[in-house]
C-alpha cells in the first residue's frame, strides 16, 4: 500500500483561515489524525493520549469537540461511510451514455485518492474482525456499494441476474485488485483498460469514453 501522507493541521496549511482565541487545533484535525492512526496502526492506536501528544495540545482540548473516544470512533465511522461508500454510490448514479461510461465512473474513485480511501476502507475491516458492530456496518456497506452497481448494469438493460452477477465481479475484483497491494504504473494499468471493459460488461468498449478517463487516470499521477 502507498505510504500516507501526513495529515496537514489547519494551523499550517496556508488556505484555512487563522485559528483564533486559545484554540490550537480543529475538531477537524483530531478526526484527520485518528484516521491516520487507524490507517497505519489500527484501532488500538486510536488513543486521546497519544492523539493529543501528536497534536501537541493537551487532552482538554479533545473533549472540546468529543465526548469520549466511543464517538471519536463513532464520527472516524461516519467519515468512512461518507468517504467511502456514499462516494462510490453517488459515481455509480453519474449521467452515463453507455456502461462503458458507467464502469469509468466506477474506476475514477479507485484512481483518485480523494475519491476512495482504501486503506482507511482496509483499516475498517481489520477493526470489524475483533466488533460485531463494525462488521455489521461494514456488511451494510458492501450491500450499498453491490446495490449501486447492480442498478448501473440495470440501467444499461442488463437482466437483473446478470447484473447482480457482474456487480458483484467487478466490486469483488476491485477490492481484491487493492488488498493484494498490485503496483503497476498507470500507463500499463491504462492499456488493459478495453479488455477489462469487455470481461466486465461483455460489451465492446467506448472509444471515446476509454479516452476520456484514460487522460483523467493519467492525470493523477
Not at 25 to 37: F, G, I, S
Not at 41 to 63: C, N, P, W
Not at 71 to 87: K, P
Request: glycine share 6%; with cysteine.
Amino acid at each position: 500500500m502507498a505510504k500516507r501522507d501526513t495529515p496537514l493541521l489547519h494551523r499550517d496549511d496556508p488556505d484555512k483561515a487563522p485559528l483564533v482565541g486559545h484554540i490550537k487545533v480543529t475538531r477537524e484535525d483530531w478526526l484527520n489524525v485518528a484516521r491516520d492512526a487507524l490507517v497505519t496502526g489500527g484501532v488500538g492506536e486510536v488513543k486521546v493520549l497519544s492523539l493529543a501528544a501528536r497534536l501537541d495540545v493537551s487532552r482538554s482540548s479533545f473533549y472540546g469537540y468529543f465526548k469520549s473516544r466511543k464517538h471519536l470512533l463513532a464520527a472516524l465511522l461516519e467519515d468512512w461511510e461518507r468517504r467511502n461508500t456514499r462516494t462510490l454510490v453517488t459515481h455509480c448514479e453519474m449521467p452515463a451514455g453507455n456502461i462503458t461510461e458507467g464502469l469509468c465512473n466506477f474506476f475514477r474513485c479507485f484512481v483518485d485518492p480523494r475519491l476512495f480511501d482504501r486503506g482507511l476502507d482496509f483499516a475498517v475491516r481489520e477493526w470489524s474482525r475483533r466488533d460485531a458492530k463494525v462488521r455489521a456496518g461494514i456488511d451494510a456497506a458492501d450491500s450499498a456499494r453491490l446495490d449501486a452497481v447492480t442498478r448501473m448494469f440495470i440501467h444499461h438493460r442488463y437482466d437483473p441476474v446478470e447484473a447482480d452477477a457482474r456487480a458483484r465481479i467487478l466490486y469483488f475484483m476491485q477490492l481484491g485488485y487493492h488488498a493484494l497491494e498490485v503496483r503497476e504504473p498507470m500507463d500499463l494499468r491504462m492499456s488493459r483498460l478495453e479488455p477489462y471493459i469487455l470481461g466486465f460488461s461483455g460489451r465492446p468498449a467506448d472509444p471515446i469514453a476509454i479516452a476520456a478517463f484514460r487522460d483523467f487516470a493519467l492525470a493523477q499521477e
